[in-house]
């Protein structure tokens, strides 16, 4: 599928200057059809042109710094939109929406075939979700400390991060945006608690070894928790 994207690259390369422009000024967008011809993927046009669909209200605005745009990040490079060419630089995941950015970002956008504006909607960053198939792991140092993640989880994909834990430490795990239930799983005992919307918990570590969040929702679902790790 990464692939594939790739292939669109000459398509794409049409649309990225567009990624400074406004995602809800335009009812349909439509360019000039460039022809790809390639054994695995078929551009569809209407009467000759690409057909773009609007975008919601955008979810992610540059200049943002937040555990949203480090979970945009991470999904853009997961998906294979970190870089838009084999020469290009890969996007950094350090939680800061720059240019660079806003251009893999236009560059999903006009893969999914919607105005590269450059700032995801929500649907946008639920849809890098769906295509991103790894798990993500952060680091809490050994002394302990305190992280935001930021991510969307839908029926049947789950959304999962993981960290090292120390037998002993304290753990406290608090759902802080979104219609979601978090489960604690510890290395080899399975669940340990399942923190559900506006809920916390807190509790020691019963082993060392890598722990899962595992986000859970009924529906499509953006969401927050806050993993705070004492000593």
Request: net charge negative.
């Amino acid at each position: 599928m990464k692939e594939q994207r790739r292939l669109a690259a000459a398509v794409l390369a049409a649309v990225i200057v567009l990624a400074g422009c406004g995602g809800d000024e335009a009812a349909d967008t439509t360019l000039p059809e460039t022809t790809t011809t390639t054994a695995a993927e078929t551009t569809t046009t209407t009467e000759g042109r690409l057909e773009f669909e609007p975008n919601g209200t955008a979810f992610i605005r540059q200049g943002d710094r937040s555990a949203w745009v480090e979970a945009l990040q991470w999904y853009l490079v997961c998906a294979g939109f970190d870089s838009i060419g084999s020469d290009d630089d890969t996007i950094t995941i350090d939680g800061v929406f720059g240019p660079r950015t806003g251009q893999s970002v236009a560059y999903a956008q006009a893969t999914y075939r919607k105005i590269p504006t450059g700032e995801p909607d929500e649907a946008t960053f639920a849809q890098l979700a769906r295509d991103c198939e790894d798990a993500r792991s952060f680091e809490i140092p050994v002394s302990g400390g305190e992280v935001e993640a930021a991510g969307n989880t839908a029926p049947g994909d789950d959304d999962v991060m993981r960290f090292e834990g120390g037998a002993g430490r304290v753990v406290e795990v608090v759902v802080m945006d979104g219609n979601v239930e978090v489960a604690l799983e510890a290395p080899t005992s399975g669940v340990l608690r399942t923190v559900t919307p506006g809920g916390g918990w807190s509790a020691r570590l019963p082993e060392t070894g890598t722990y899962t969040l595992r986000a859970t929702a009924d529906d499509a679902q953006s969401y927050m928790v806050r993993l705070r790790v004492g000593g």
